[in-house]
């Protein structure tokens, strides 16, 4: 049941993160006409379509996560950063959740930082610090139940574009398939120069999950010379290895 509220929160951060860096931009939409630098795919039988990051996530005993995003501009100053760390284990059913969100503007450059901790074993759960304190709490199976069902109705795939398989390669002890690819269509709606379009993922030979995932964009308005920048990076360790999850000794009922 853990699994479920974990994925619902990644959702949630992502898409607050990305509203707060894309606010006062206009909005558009990405086209899926190639760019001229866009390489041709290699004609593979490797599959390589990934399986929803909730999906990978709940066919694992035992795992530690780390999803990082940035996005920079287009004032120097703008930039929001958003990290979160999980770690997560079937036996027993428990998990650490450590989310970081950064923000800072040119109106405001000095940085606001969001900083949360929460464990979770069984119903209870701990948020907090040592610093400032740990709050207890328990949830009923009925208010978990809800909220599994909620988070199901939410699914994450990374975007991925004309992938070209690369080579089978060991990522994070696990046998995997590495893929690179580009975006299509970046910078054909703006008119903006692209000085940056690279992602590469590795999927799990075994499951199809996502094993790491890397992806840098960037481009640069020749007429005001303002550049938007943005990276994201998926990375999964500890793969069905010994992950220990206890209450910090401050926490509890």
């Given at each position: 049941?853990?699994?479920?509220?974990?994925?619902?929160?990644?959702?949630?951060?992502?898409?607050?993160?990305?509203?707060?860096?894309?606010?006062?931009?206009?909005?558009?939409?990405?086209?899926?006409?190639?760019?001229?630098?866009?390489?041709?795919?290699?004609?593979?039988?490797?599959?390589?379509?990934?399986?929803?990051?909730?999906?990978?996530?709940?066919?694992?005993?035992?795992?530690?996560?780390?999803?990082?995003?940035?996005?920079?501009?287009?004032?120097?100053?703008?930039?929001?950063?958003?990290?979160?760390?999980?770690?997560?284990?079937?036996?027993?059913?428990?998990?650490?959740?450590?989310?970081?969100?950064?923000?800072?503007t040119e109106e405001?450059?000095?940085?606001?930082?969001?900083?949360?901790?929460?464990?979770?074993?069984?119903?209870?759960?701990?948020?907090?610090?040592?610093?400032?304190g740990w709050d207890?709490?328990?949830?009923?199976?009925?208010?978990?139940?809800?909220?599994?069902?909620?988070?199901?109705?939410?699914?994450?795939?990374?975007?991925?574009?004309?992938?070209?398989?690369?080579?089978?390669?060991?990522?994070?002890?696990?046998?995997?398939?590495?893929?690179?690819?580009?975006?299509?269509?970046?910078?054909?709606?703006?008119?903006?120069?692209?000085?940056?379009?690279?992602?590469?993922?590795?999927?799990?030979?075994?499951?199809?999950?996502?094993?790491?995932?890397?992806?840098?964009?960037?481009?640069?308005?020749?007429?005001?010379?303002?550049?938007?920048?943005?990276?994201?990076?998926?990375?999964?360790?500890?793969?069905?290895?010994?992950?220990?999850?206890?209450?910090?000794?401050?926490c509890v009922p």
């Amino acid at each position: 049941m853990n699994r479920n509220k974990i994925f619902l929160l990644i959702a949630m951060l992502l898409s607050i993160t990305m509203a707060c860096s894309l606010s006062g931009n206009t909005p558009s939409t990405r086209s899926n006409t190639p760019t001229e630098t866009l390489s041709m795919p290699t004609l593979t039988p490797i599959p390589s379509e990934p399986v929803s990051i909730r999906t990978g996530l709940a066919s694992l005993n035992t795992y530690s996560l780390v999803i990082e995003s940035n996005f920079l501009g287009p004032a120097q100053a703008d930039h929001t950063q958003t990290r979160v760390e999980i770690k997560d284990s079937n036996d027993p059913d428990a998990n650490f959740i450590h989310y970081v969100i950064t923000q800072s503007t040119e109106e405001d450059s000095e940085p606001s930082t969001t900083d949360s901790n929460t464990y979770t074993i069984g119903y209870a759960s701990c948020s907090g610090s040592d610093e400032d304190g740990w709050d207890y709490s328990e949830t009923t199976a009925q208010q978990s139940e809800m909220q599994d069902l909620f988070s199901e109705m939410v699914d994450i795939v990374p975007i991925i574009d004309a992938p070209i398989f690369v080579g089978s390669e060991i990522m994070n002890g696990v046998m995997t398939n590495h893929f690179t690819f580009q975006v299509s269509g970046l910078g054909l709606q703006s008119g903006a120069q692209v000085t940056a379009n690279k992602g590469d993922y590795w999927l799990a030979q075994d499951g199809q999950y996502i094993v790491k995932y890397s992806l840098v964009t960037e481009t640069l308005d020749t007429t005001t010379q303002a550049t938007l920048h943005m990276d994201f990076l998926i990375d999964l360790t500890n793969i069905n290895q010994t992950v220990e999850i206890a209450f910090p000794a401050g926490c509890v009922p």
